[in-house]
């Protein structure tokens, strides 16, 4: 009896020592799973905030291209006012050129003629309707007036050789269009600054 004492006691040693072989073996093992289980965790939650950072990165792009899409329109908006605002003005001067009368357009004449001093031999060239307008009071300019005219304009040109000076009514107005451009133009990309 003594010996199945000291088996059963072998026996419960060997088991004991076997199943606390086998807790420690499934404690390693579960320890393996916890780590590799908050491993694949973490780099789930890694590729979560990489997709959160490019959908974040993408609206922002896209608000941004929005937002300056709008802008553009709106200063284009704002170009095309002003423009519309230069075309009634060169429209409005021209006509007022053309109801100019005969005394104004002489003095305006006189007025540029007595600017070139330096010229030598000034002809004047006038414009068909300027000719018609002032008739016989062309004959007291102190140059001489060509006898050709420049079909279909008013104003003139005044030559000296080779160098001409044009004065015709809508170069003029063509002038101070494209100097009210520019201005407008600076004003409004300096706005935008």
């Known amino acids: 009896m003594a010996q199945i004492k000291d088996l059963k006691s072998f026996v419960e040693k060997v088991v004991d020592r076997e199943t606390d072989a ?3 073996e499934l404690a ?3 320890k393996t799973l916890e780590d590799k289980l908050q491993i694949q965790k973490d780099q789930l939650t890694a ?3 990489a997709k959160v950072e490019k959908v974040d990165r993408q609206l922002e792009e896209q608000f941004n291209i929005r937002l300056n899409s709008l802008q553009l329109a709106q200063r284009n908006d704002r170009l095309a006012i002003k423009q519309a605002i230069i075309d009634d003005y060169v429209t409005e001067v021209k006509a007022g050129f053309k109801n100019l009368s005969s005394e104004n357009i002489h003095t305006f004449i006189e007025a540029l003629l ?3 001093t ?3 031999n000034p002809v004047i060239v006038l414009g068909e309707q300027t000719k018609a307008l002032l008739k016989e009071s062309v004959n007291t300019f102190p140059v001489s007036v060509s006898e050709n005219t420049l079909p279909n304009q008013s104003g003139f040109i005044l030559m000296d050789g080779d160098i001409e000076y044009n004065y015709l009514f809508d ?3 063509e002038e101070s269009r494209r100097q009210l451009q520019l201005i407008l133009v600076d004003n409004v990309f300096n ?3």
């Open 191 to 193: 706005q935008e600054k």
């Open 22 to 24: 086998k807790q420690v």
């Open 114 to 116: 007595s600017k070139h």
């Open 118 to 120: 330096e010229l030598e």
């Open 47 to 49: 590729k979560h905030e």
């Open 28 to 30: 390693e093992y579960a």
């Open 171 to 173: 170069n003029l107005v």
